[in-house]
């Protein structure tokens, strides 16, 4: 077995010199001041102690650096993730509880064994099937959701837990007089903080700026005399050793649901990979992306992380800083951790309602405005998969909106396949230099002979597109009473076996109308494929021609001599 395939990271380490060492430091030192306060607000959000993200910001990149493809993604957690494994486990068990805390590893061990097995199994072509569109839709609606699990916090409610997003925000309504403004004073401080610092100072960490801001407004306030929820001290220790919960219950439990991490996963890292690589010219290999993504799973599930994938935000700053390898994102985890254990007791001072305002700027971020208006004003079909998604993961369970909006993506992708582009032919000449070539009669109205149909089919001719394929056929037959039908073939790219018989069946219905179904140039490997099933032998070797020219010179010879000497057309120059 190829050495590389088992250890991709070989394949990459030949490129590191001094002067990409030096490149790839700088920008894990920027990676590592980023994730630290969003480390912190995605545990939050996935109700787990806050040292969980930082946890899963040191193990999950690492792993995935050194088994992914992409020379820029940065793995870790992220928000998307963090609320569907909030959302899943808080099903079975109270946030923040150590069984909690056990099913998040459990869930995140279960993912990194789908990914894995999905790398394994060559898999990572499916990912083209699914629209990115999916993952746009579930942003936007988590996203929404993320803001409204914090207004407790920003508004200083006691909101109950569990409720669906259309009765938290009745409660709110009906507890609005109830406001506590110290506590919205010290969220708000932190959200214009952070946005100005961004604005201003893009280069700067703005959202660790304006969770300090947010911590000296909360010190101030608690010395008034006005009480003030503190997230607590974070352990300034490397990640601890942990171990899932294996026990059959455990894993029927959680195998539905960890799919779904394993699915949003796997769709955020080799979308986001792809994304950068465009930038970048590189050349991403999904299958090695899932078994990156795995691996990361797996090996965090051991040292108290939970389920990560490729952060857009992270990947994009990374790439901006000047990354040149993988390493980037290994020294940023290797600082986070040198950070942790020297500032870890800080976070004993951390307000509450300022990491809320820190995640509502988070799930601000989430929503890709430009994108969505880009697609409803373009696509139909991309507009329907956004808006189920959107509403299904505000109403809905979230693992169930991931479902459904990759089921229906596969299935308007189904629908594209199934309509294939049929083009009509004929003969166009050019006056200036008297060449005469084929062209689609819709783009030039040119004459058509009146006993052979010339069409070209622009898709396989698969179980999916035979209906419509043999109905265009039936057409030519029936209604435009055409019995001779040349298939130029140059953009069939496959034949399946339900495809063969639906094509030979044409072929008799013609023979006995008194004409027949031709195929001329068809790709090799396509010919080499139904030869070997008998297709060719069962039309006919007669039927089939290597040129157009070909075909059309042996057709002409079968055509009624009686319709040709009254046909005032005449466009081949057999018909001369």
């Known amino acids: 077995m190829d050495l590389i395939a088992i250890f991709p990271f070989i394949r990459w380490f030949k490129l590191v010199t001094k002067q990409t060492l030096k490149a790839d430091m700088i920008a894990g030192f920027t990676g590592a ?30 792993v995935a650096a050194l088994f992914g493809s992409s020379l820029h993604l940065i793995s870790g957690p992220t928000t998307a993730i963090s609320i569907v494994i909030f959302s899943s486990v808080s099903h079975h068990t109270e946030p923040g509880t150590p069984e909690f805390i056990s099913l998040a590893l459990t869930i995140t061990f279960l993912a990194g064994v789908y990914q894995l097995m999905f790398g394994l199994a060559r898999l990572g072509k499916l990912v083209n099937f699914v629209s990115h569109t999916v993952v746009i839709g579930f942003t936007a609606g988590a996203a929404i959701l993320i803001a409204t699990s914090q207004m407790k916090h920003v508004l200083g409610l006691a909101l109950p837990k569990g409720e ?75 990640p601890p050793l942990s171990m899932p919960d294996f026990s059959y219950a455990s894993i029927k439990l959680l195998a539905p649901e960890a799919f779904a991490v394993a699915l949003l996963g796997l769709i955020e890292a080799v979308s986001i990979s792809r994304a950068i690589a465009n930038k970048s010219n590189q050349r991403i290999n999904a299958n090695q992306e899932f078994i ?89 079909s991309e507009t329907t998969i956004l808006l189920t998604t959107f509403f299904a993961t505000l109403l809905l369970e979230l693992e169930f909106a991931i479902y459904l909006g ?51 089919i622009d898709m396989s001719v698969y179980f999916g597109s035979l209906d419509f394929i043999q109905n265009r056929i039936d057409q030519i037959a029936e209604k435009e009473r055409i019995v001779h039908i040349l298939i130029v073939a140059t953009g069939i790219n496959l034949i399946d076996l ?79």
């Open 292 to 380: 990156g993504q795995g691996l990361s799973n797996i090996a965090g599930s051991f040292f108290s992380s939970y389920a990560g994938s490729g952060s857009f935000t992270r990947s994009g700053v990374n790439y901006s800083a000047g990354a040149k390898t993988p390493l980037s994102a290994i020294f940023a985890a290797v600082v986070l951790m040198a950070i942790i254990l020297f500032i870890a007791p800080l976070t004993a001072y951390l307000p509450v309602a300022a990491m809320g305002g820190v995640i509502l700027i988070v799930a601000y971020n989430l929503i890709d405005f430009h994108r969505i208006v880009e697609i409803i004003k373009n696509s139909k």
């Open 498 to 576: 339900s495809g063969e018989e639906m094509l030979l069946a044409a072929a008799n219905r013609l023979k006995q109308l008194g004409g027949g179904l031709y195929f001329s140039e068809l790709k090799s490997r396509v010919y080499e494929a139904v030869s070997r099933h008998g297709f060719v032998k069962k039309v006919g070797n007669q039927y089939f021609f290597d040129k157009k020219k070909d075909a059309i010179n042996s057709i002409q010879k079968r055509l009624s001599p009686d319709i040709c000497e009254k046909c005032e057309v005449q466009i081949f120059e057999e018909c001369i």
């Open 406 to 456: 990759v089921l229906l993506s596969l299935v308007i992708f189904l629908a594209r396949t199934a309509t294939p582009e049929i083009a009509t032919l004929s003969i166009d000449s050019d006056p200036s230099n008297g060449k005469r070539k084929l062209i689609n009669v819709n783009k030039r109205p040119v004459n058509q002979c009146p006993q052979l149909k010339i069409i070209r």
């Open 164 to 238: 669906t997003f259309m009765h938290t925000w009745i409660v709110i309504w009906q507890q609005f007089s109830d406001i506590n403004y110290y506590v919205l004073a010290i969220a708000s401080c932190t959200l214009v903080t952070a946005l100005l610092f961004k604005r201003l100072f893009p280069s700067l960490p703005n959202l660790l700026i304006g969770l300090i801001a947010g911590s000296f407004l909360a010190h101030w306030i608690a010395l008034s005399g006005h009480e003030v929820e503190l997230v607590g001290e974070i352990p300034a220790h490397l």
């Open 33 to 62: 001041v980023i994730v630290l306060p969003q480390g912190v607000a995605f545990a939050t959000i996935a109700g787990l102690p806050p040292e969980y993200g930082l946890y899963t910001a040191m193990i999950t990149p690492i």
